[in-house]
Structure formats: structure tokens, C-alpha cells
């Protein structure tokens, strides 16, 4: 059996939803988490081709996770262990699951 198609479903992430915040004024504001699902996920290596790719576009991918597609709802931001990553891409190559393409978001107030 390919690694790839053996799912254990062993990790876990936050899918997150973040609205961008504004004043009485109309001023913005920092953005301010919504929404959080915790769903089971496989976690992924990120791609050779895929690395480089994203290399010569001035991006960075990190991680790759893999999660049910019902679970997904278009969120652009997920943690884990602690991490919080942008979420750049998604490839749905099954019906049931979709990939999510992450890249670590710098640490903000630190």
C-alpha cells in the first residue's frame, strides 16, 4: 500500500476564521479570530515540485495537511502545535479530501 493513501487521521488542526476589525471612526483595526473547528488530519509532506514552484513565485510552503472535504469551509488560516499557517492553496484530488498548502505566518507581538 502507498504511504499516501494509508490515512491514520493521527494529527489535528484549528481551522480559523478571522474578520479584520474597525473603529466607531471606520479606522481598521487588527483582525479578530470568529471562528475555530478542531478536525483529525494527515499530515503531508510538501512536494518537491511543489517547493520549487512556489520558490520561484517569491512564496514559501511549509506543510501540507490533509483533511476531510465536508470539514472545509473555504477557512485561509490554521494552527498546529502551536504554529498558526496561512493557508495558500488547496487541491481537492478526491472527493472526500482536500489537501491544504500552508505556509508559517510570522509570530506577531513577540
Known amino acids: 500500500m502507498n504511504k499516501r493513501t494509508q490515512r491514520l487521521w493521527n494529527d489535528e488542526v484549528a481551522l480559523i476564521v478571522e474578520e479584520a476589525g474597525e473603529t466607531d471612526s471606520g479606522y ?4 479578530t479570530e470568529t471562528s475555530r473547528s478542531i478536525v483529525l488530519t494527515n499530515k503531508l509532506s510538501v512536494q518537491r515540485a511543489e517547493f520549487y514552484a512556489a520558490a520561484q513565485n517569491s512564496m514559501k510552503v511549509d506543510q501540507v495537511f490533509e483533511v ?12 498546529h502545535d502551536g504554529k498558526r499557517y496561512e493557508i495558500v492553496r488547496t487541491y481537492q484530488a478526491e472527493p472526500e479530501y482536500i489537501e491544504l498548502t500552508c505556509s508559517v505566518m510570522p509570530q506577531t507581538g513577540v
Open 68 to 79: 476531510h472535504a465536508f470539514e472545509y469551509n473555504g477557512e485561509k488560516l490554521l494552527e
Open 28 to 31: 481598521p483595526t487588527d483582525s
